[in-house]
Structure formats: C-alpha cells, structure tokens
C-alpha cells in the first residue's frame, strides 16, 4: 500500500473491508474519518450553491526526505496542498560529505522543489519561508519569508490548514556545549557543506603563507571532527582522500604538517554498526594516520582550542585546531519544540506519534522524517478488540479466511508481525497459527490466537527516525516503521572503500563495498538530471581530481 | 616571439644582433640590461663564496589573465617568482554571465592557480593575499591574507622584488553615484555570478509568496541593468532566456509580471560594436519584450528605485527594482591609484607603462591587463636613431637586408608598422620601400626611408586594455597590443544567437555565429578540465535546463 493510499484512507476513512482498521482508531482515541464527514457535512450546508466542495487544505511543512516522499506519492489533485520550507529544493543529503571536499559538487545533488510538484498531477503550492510557529487551536501556521526583506511587500504570512504535514527535519544539537555555535562548522545543509570545503582551503592557504612558524602552520592544518557516528567518519575519510589525492599535489609545504582528529565520546567510532566494522574502520584510520580519540567529551571550543575531558581518567586536555566540524548528534527546531510545549510533549525530547503517524495530542496534524518518532502499540493490549472484530461471524473461533482477511491492516498497525514472521521464517499466515507442537490448524478461539501472537511483541523495537526509513518507509509498499526494508546502511571509509550494514544482517567491508555504494547511491537519486550529474562528478574526480579553487 | 622570451630579453638584455633594441631601450630612458648586469656584479662580491647566484626575484600581483599568461609563458627556472592575489583561481571571466544564470556553473570556469604553476618547469610560489601596498622606493610590496583572522599567525606580510609584475585587474566603478555599493549588484568576480544567481531567484520566490500586491509582485520581478555594454547585455540576454526556458514554467504565477530594463546612458546599446550589431541587438531585444532606455543616466539607487534623468529632457524618472546590476565601467583599484600617486602618475585616471610594459615614472615594475594601459611611442620621433642602428656599415643608405635584420625589433616597439602594412596588403618587406611611383628599391637612404615610414604612425591606435587582448597579446607570436590578433568580439543575444565582429572586419550575426562563439570559448579554455565541464555545463543545459535552486 503505498503512502497516497494510506493517507487518502485515513483521511476519507474508506472502511470497505476494513471494521478493523475503524475499530483500532477508535480504540486510538481519534477518528478522522468520522471527523471528515461531519465537518464536510457542516461546511456542505453554508457553501450547498457552490459546484464543488472546497478541498482540504493540506499544509506541509519541509522539503526534505519525508516531506517529498511525501509530495511524490501523495493524489495532489484531492486535495488543496500548499508546501513551506525555507530551502526552494530537495537536497539530497547522504552526499553530503562528498559536497565537501567537492568529489561531488553542491548543486549535483539537489532538485528544485517546484520540479518535483509540478510532476504531480494536482496543482502544488510551494512558498520558500520558515514555519515560524504552528498553532494547532485554530489550525494555522505563521511563516516568515527567508529572503532579503528589501524586497517589496510583507514578508510574513499565515495559512490556515484541514491537515498538517510536520517533516521540518532536525537541527544541529550543541548539547549547549560553549563555543561550538560560534567556532564549529556543522553538516546539515548544503549551505553547511560548501562552508566546510571553503573553510578547508582557508586553512591551507593560511597554513602555507610567509612569517608562520611551524607551530602555526601545523595549528592551521589541524582538522577536528567531534562525533564518530557516519557523518563524522564519511567526512573524515573524505577529507583524508582529499589531502592525499588533490591538495597535498599542490601544497607540498604542507604534507609533514596535516593532520585529522576525530574526537568520540563513546568507546568506539560508528558504535550504531556492525562490531566489524568498527574495527575495520578504526584499522583503517590508524594506517592512513587519521586519530580517533574515544572515551573524550568535548568541554568546550574556543577559536584556538578544543578543550575536552578524558572520561576515564577525569584529566583535561586541551587541542589546538584549524577547524572544527561538529557532528556529535540532532536536536530538535524550535518551531516543533514550541509546538510540543503547546500540545503537552514538553517533556519529550522529540515529537511523538501514533502509528498513523498523527501527533499525539493534537488533531489532524501529522508529523514524520528526522522530526518525531513514532509511539508503536503492543498488539497484547488489543487482542480481544483484534479478534473480536476479525471473527466476523461471531463464532468465538477465527478461521485462517477470517485472519487472512484482516491481517493486512493488522500488519500496518503492529508491524511487529511481519518482522516476527520473518524472524520465525513464516512464509505464510497458517504457520503463525500453529499449536506448540507445529501442528496447522483451521481456526483458533480467543486463547489460541493470544499464544500466537504472544512472542510478537518483542519483536518491537523503536526505530532510528532517520531519513533512509523515511525514504523507504513511503516509497515501498509497506510504507512503515515496522518494515525498514532498506537498502543497507553504508559507511564509506575512503581510498575507495567501503562499510555497509546489508538486509538480512549482512556486512560487507572493502572495494566491491564502495562500488555497490556507488550503484546505491546513483540508484536513489531524486531524478534523472541528479543521477546524470552525480555519476558525471563521480567520473570527473577520477579523471581530474577535485578542484581547490576557494569558491 | 612569446612574452617569456621577450620578458627574458628586456631583463637580461640579450642583445644578439640586435643592437637596435639597446638603442631604443636607451633612448626611452631606462635600461634593464644594465641595471641588471651592475646589480648582479655588485652581489656577486658579497655572496660570492655561494655556488649559484641568487635568482632574480620577481613578484606577480594578481591570478586573472594577464597574470596568468604571463605565468604560463615565464621560464620560471630562471627566476625566483612569487605570486600573490586574493583569489587562488584563475576564472575565466567571459563565461561570467552564463555562470549568473546556471547556463554555466561557476566551478566549471575556474582553475586553481597553483594547477597552472605547477606545471611549469620552475617552482613558482603563490599566496592567496591581497596586496595593500606598493613601495617602488624600497622595492617591497605589503600583503594581507584574505582569509578569516582567527586562523593562527600573522596574517600580513611583505615581499622584497627586484622586479614586479603588477596585473592586478579593474573594479567596479560607481562613479560616485551614491547607492550603488549598497544597493547594486555586480559582475566582476565568480562570487558577484553567484550572488546574482541567488538574487535572481530571490527575487522570485519572494514574487509569488501570498499576500503581497500585484504592484508588488511586479516590483520584485523587475530586473534591471546598468550599462549597455557587452556585459550588461550578455547578462539581460542570458536572464531573458533563464526566465522563458526555464523559471516561468516552474514560476507560473510570475508569467505576466516579470520584466527586464537596460538603461544606458549612450544612444545605442554596444555602441563600441559595428552599427548592424548595435541594431540587430536592439531589434531582438524588442522582439524579446527587454526594454532598452537609452539617453538616460542613473542618478541614484536606493533599495526599492532607480532614479535618473533623461538627457534630452533633463526630466527626472524613477522605477521600482527588484534587482540592479550595474555594469557601467571599470576603475583602477585603491592599491594602484595609490602607487600611482607614489610616482608621479596621480592625475591619470589608469597607469601608464611604455611599449615595454614597464610603468612609467618607476624602475623594474611592469604592468598590464585590466590595470593599465600602453603610452605608444611615434616611430616618426626616432626615425633617425632607427636609421643609424640599421644601417650596420654606416653606408648612408638602408639595404633591404639591413632593413630585415632589425624589422622584428621595430615591430615590437612600434607595432603600428605591421598594421600599416596590413592595411595597404603589404606581404614583405620591399612593398614599404617601395618609392611614389611604387617601383621596388635595393636600398633607400634618409629621406627616402622618412617618407615610407611617414604615414605609419596613423595607424597608432589606443587599444582598448580590455582582457582578451592580454590573453591573445601573450599566446600569440606578437605578444603586443599593436597586433590585437583577436578571435573576434562576441556578443550573445539570448536565443541561441550571437553577434561578432571577426578579424578582418567581418560582422556575424545570427544562429551559427552562437556556434562560433561556443567554440572559440571551449577552445580558449585554461586547462582541459575547465573544457570537458563547461561543454558538459552546454550539454546538461540542452537536456535538463538550468537548475532553480537557491544554493
């Protein structure tokens, strides 16, 4: 089922074959369909001379990963939808580290939004402008141009929404470390990106100037990432790749005197992979000579020093640097912080919904991407509910034909059991049914059924709310959490290698690694003009290496 | 005979069968032969214990073109050369207005200076640093690295020449007219493209954005440029086919509102063209619904009008913007009027060098491209040292062979003399000796050689110091002005159409001249990189159109 069907299902409540999925929302406490119907009722009465109903204003907030997956699959012709963002593109962000060091350029990997909508049949309103604050009483959001305020006319504007789309993505997090807003560089934005890879040829064009003396020529050259998790570690490779295959050809002055610093609190770089790959990517920073220092908290960061405490020994250590990337976690923007204050999350640290993705604690509003994450239901909690509406007849035993018939929107609500299927090797729904001696049988009552399903919570697990489950969660069929059919998670480690976390726990390490990364990466582009124009960076690097020119 | 041999020449003075050469050096004041041949003696009892001399230092200012062909062209062994500019990439500035509108990226159009230098044999030092100030007296130039303070060490610096090369290029020129510098955009450097490019898009976002005016909207879509020249035009012909090919069908909404206006002050849009350009431009542009204010001069800028008076009425008009570019003229920058100031040159309005390129007022400094200009001699006012140098036995009479042996010589300090012979079809050198009545002669004496030289000095022409003519200048065998062997002026006019002026005369104009003039510019490409992306920047234009995105 795809995100279109869903979302236009929960919207419109279609309940053809489907008293479970009713049931579970009102067990859920809110019911859009039943809302629909009586406020379009209401509305029909005040506008009965108009031709056609007005539509349902749908407002989404982002363009991002969720936020155009989102668009792209999305029936723009049912509905009045209106995008906010203060970015007028889709950028495709796991490239960009590559965009620092220039292996891939800035504009390669970002689609206008404007052309992504406009292949969407409805028409798409897009508006480049910050969501500055949503107010979910009187369903309205208040938005700021990001342009130059020179231009003429008001810059500010409100929309009032029927539904609102929240995939604004998450921001930068400091963990209000000083110093770090006013002396790191970040990796969020392509904007982010582009500073990094002038600020790189800065320290080098410092570095080499007459009248330095050694001590600062090798402070210029000190280059330190705090954060081992992929970001840091993507940008680290890449950044070594860069010095040894490009700049250090050109600034030979500077090849005794660069080094890479990655700083990481825990014991381990890239601490969320595979254990071998750990290690493989720690061995291969050791020989190219890059430092990881672990077990480290950063204090604070001056202009001139990284200043950190070694956890183990409680001793601080001071380091200077050139230039300091900060890639130590997310956090969440203020516009959605202010909005969980408002509808009683302000003791969360990140937006929660249902697994319809609706926020909870408020109405008609859904949010999705890096920004929230998603509350999951304990199928236990609801089993007599889930039997009771499955066994249509009545009968107190549910056949094999009454759960086939319901399992569908089972699975959507409990994900859990598909990944409990697959993890026992089901191929099909009968063996779920089976007594504990593994003997099929054609119906269950109420007990049965309760000792199938009892393992299946377990199989719940909070998954990360990054933005390749996002992709993926709305682009394949099961569109869900409970699915993250994905495509591996990749860590390319430089000199063209490879990491990467393979469906089915999978790990695959080295050359072939980076080329399937490549193949993956080229395959998930937005469109065919970024596909072109990534594969044409990929090959012009090889050809003629990265350029260094300070623009 | 390239610059680098004739650079070598001038400094060294190599005056093998040509004593001419010596002779005109002396007889212009100033003769770097000797200079160099006393200081080095003079050295050499000091440093005499050492095995090698110490090079000749000589001290580049700036990476445009005249610097950089000038590097290219440099036996760099030679010399200890040193190069300094607050850019550390050489741009090929005629692309700059494709690069405003995405037809080209800017990256496609730059190369690092020090890709350029490495290549050639010697090792030629660079620094990225602006030199603030020139000490002729001291033979010293002082220098700020243009990179952000707070990286460690002194960011200023100075350098010691024996001889300095100063190709320091234009600026802008506001001609005083106050709002400019604030409200203006420019097209000088890779940045001002980017930023117009940003400022473009700008202008439309914030246009369509709800609840602003038509009036309003109108104001933000209102593009208008300063200055009817090639650069002016190029950019109103590049936006004109932006805005039809590209952001009107993502921009619907802005279809009827957006308009373009050049304002010149002159008569006629590129006037320093031939008269059927001129017109052809105007026509298209009519054509293409670009408004074209002529007689008019900008009076002042502020953020929302540009106000200025009609010259023909003297009545003043004002017209909401969205953007401005200003393209109206260049000046000499702060660095060389100061220098001029140093020497005697003050009242000028760019620096004055001789024929040799060397500045005039100052020893063993050199000076062209953008930031100065040639003072030509008249071979008229030494014709009787010419004379003397050429007849070698002191017969009285020039033989045709005399006469072979010093034309090189003569060319060079006199370049009118081939011009002179171009234009009356002259192909050697008897056709100039030739007497009234056209007969060939063996050898002339005095006055005959007086009255077949008396009519060359009218060829002398003040030639524009524009960069094409550097660039050609040092590529070509006759480095100098008086060749001016150009590719011909282009100018694009949108619409896959372009005008020329090719050498002979020859006026192009229409369909296969945009053609010519993609081939002339991917050929005169600095590297081969540089040439693979802008013809892949052409091609990717052709299938996916130019990208929106504000980035």
Known sequence: MSFFSYFNRVLHGHTSGSKLLVLCSVSSGGLIAYADAHSEGGRSTVKHNQEE???????????????????????????DVKVVSPRNYFAFTPLLPSVTCGTVEARSIVEPIRNITKKRSGQIQFWEAECLKIDPANKKVFCRSSVDEKLAGNHKFSLEYDYLVIAVGAQVNTFNTPGVLEHCLFLKEVEDAQRIRRAVIDCFEKAVLPELTEEERKTNLHFVIVGGGPTGIEFAAELHDFL????????????????????????????????????????????????????CRVVNVSDKLVNMKIKSTGEDVSMPHGMVLWSAGVGTRPVVKDFMEQIGQ??????????????????????????????????????????????????????????????????IRYPQVELYMKSKHFSKLADLLKDSEGNERDAVDIEG????????DLQMKSLPATAQVCLLGFRWLHFLYGMYRHFGKFAPLGGEQAAAELPGDWVSIGHSTQWL?????????????????????????FIFGRDSSRI
């Open 449 to 456: 059924f309760k000792s199938a399903l009892s393992h299946v």
């Open 517 to 541: 990364w490549y193949s993956v990466y080229a395959s998930k582009q937005v469109s065919w003009r970024t596909r072109v124009l990534v594969v044409g960076d990929w090959t012009r690097r």
């Open 244 to 295: 040894h295959e490009d700049l250090l050809k050109i600034y030979p002055l500077a090849k005794d005197l660069v080094k890479i610093t990655v700083i990481q609190s825990g014991d381990h770089i890239l601490n969320m992979f595979d254990e071998r790959i750990c290690s493989f990517a720690e061995q291969k920073f050791q020989r190219d000579g890059i430092d990881v220092l672990t077990g």
């Open 346 to 411: 302000g003791n969360r640290w990140i937006l929660a919904t249902d697994e319809w993705l609706r926020v909870k604690g408020c109405e008609d509003v859904y949010a999705f991407g890096d920004c929230a994450t998603v509350d999951q239901r304990k199928i236990m909690e609801d089993i007599l509910t889930i039997f009771k509406a499955a066994d249509k007849d009545d009968s107190g035993t549910l056949t094999i034909e009454e759960f086939q018939d319901v399992v569908e929107d089972i699975i």
């Open 53 to 79: 109903p007005r539509k349902k204003r749908v407002v989404v907030l982002g363009t991002g990963w969720a936020a155009t997956s989102f668009l792209k699959d999305l029936d723009a012709k049912s509905y």
